[in-house]
């Protein structure tokens, strides 16, 4: 075969669409959706994606609307500025639902995980939201159709065991809400939308925004580990909770005019006991999230504004040993001195011993 020309045939990455943005209308905010049903053809319609027009409070915003993006333009959330930050622009384009569309998926086959799940919807929201399903499993097609079908009932389908799980959950949450007096005097899963004085739209969802604006918002978190200092902290960074804490304050404020308190997180284990704690995190933990959400915003900004969304520096980078490699060789050294200082050391009693044994010759 004849060799092609350097150009020809070279495997490029594409490059994303144009953007095509509404206008900003300034009146009042208001919600636009098309029918679910057409009423000449009695067939479904198509769905006209939601758009919230102006900045506010939205209390009746579904969660798929909302991780579908509702802003006039594409909006910075809490996951794609993480993504932003962390890894790189490209990175965080590709996950968001009006530019690259490749959402991550959360999705579950644990039975425990969907319980967790499940808990979490029907005691923010006040009611059951959750139906069991007599089925040993999702295998077959029979168990597929029929949590299908509870699927587009806006429900969520369990089977019968992890019902009764998440109905434990949900008694002791409910017991943790009476003495306490959190995830009391406000509204759950709100959908705040505001913009920055930059121009660029943000968008958060709270999963418990109290009726006062100073107070501090909930946010509830399900944990298949331990609800443990040290082992939720680990999870609360991987999963931007310090960035959530800021971000979704930063949003309220710019919304209600007022700051609210630092977010608290309630985090309930997903097994048996059901254990509960409450974290908040650290002056010195918001301050450096607080960092990272204004880069976020300028980096998100300038991005929309250029059409252009970098990925990783090709630059070569040298590879260091991480901190408990370096440990672990340290200990080694540390054990290998002593042994041979034990070992030729004509007082030790270990090195006595092994030299009349013959173990070295003597």
């Known amino acids: 075969m004849a060799n092609q020309g350097k150009d020809e045939g070279a495997s490029q990455e594409p490059s994303p669409e144009p953007l095509k943005w509404a206008a900003i209308p300034e009146t009042a905010p208001e919600v636009a959706m098309s029918p679910d049903v057409d009423e000449q053809t009695r067939e479904p319609a198509i769905i006209a994606p939601l758009r919230l027009t102006a900045p506010g409070i939205y209390g009746d915003v579904a969660e798929h609307d909302y991780h579908a993006d509702p802003c006039p333009e594409p909006s910075l959330s809490r996951t794609v500025l993480k993504r932003l930050v962390d890894l790189s622009p490209r990175h965080a384009w590709a996950i968001h639902p009006r530019l690259g569309g490749m959402a991550l998926s959360e999705d579950s086959n644990d039975e425990v995980s969907d319980a967790g799940t499940a808990a979490h919807a029907s ?54 809400r009476s003495r306490t007096g959190a995830f009391t005097k406000g509204q759950p899963e709100q959908t705040v939308i505001w913009r920055e004085d930059t121009g660029i739209w943000c968008r958060a969802r709270v999963d418990w925004l109290p009726d006062e604006p100073s107070a501090a918002p909930w946010d509830l978190k399900t944990t298949a580990g331990l609800a443990t200092l040290p082992v939720w902290s680990r999870a609360a960074f991987d999963k931007a909770a310090d960035i959530q804490d800021v971000f979704y304050c930063r949003g309220l404020e710019m919304v209600r005019g007022e700051p609210p308190e630092r977010m608290r997180f309630a985090v309930i284990e997903q097994k048996p006991p059901f254990g509960i704690k409450v974290f908040s995190m650290a002056p010195q933990t918001r301050e450096a999230a607080d960092d990272d959400v204004r880069l976020g915003i300028r980096m998100w900004g300038d991005c929309l504004a250029s059409r252009d969304w970098p990925t990783y520096s090709i630059e070569e980078e040298w590879v260091y040993p991480p901190a408990w490699i370096s440990r672990a060789r340290e200990e080694r050294g540390a054990e290998r001195k002593r042994l041979e200082q034990i070992a030729w050391s004509k007082e030790s009693p270990l090195a006595v011993a092994m030299v009349e044994s013959g173990d070295f010759g003597g």
Do not use: C
């Open 123 to 176: 005691f923010l929201q006040g009611r059951s939201t959750i139906v069991a399903l007599d089925f040993p499993d999702w295998r077959t097609n029979k168990a597929k159709a029929a949590r299908a079908e509870v699927y587009a009932d806006g429900l969520i389908p369990l089977l019968t065991k992890g019902y009764g799980h998440a109905m434990r959950m949900i008694d002791v949450l409910e017991d943790f």
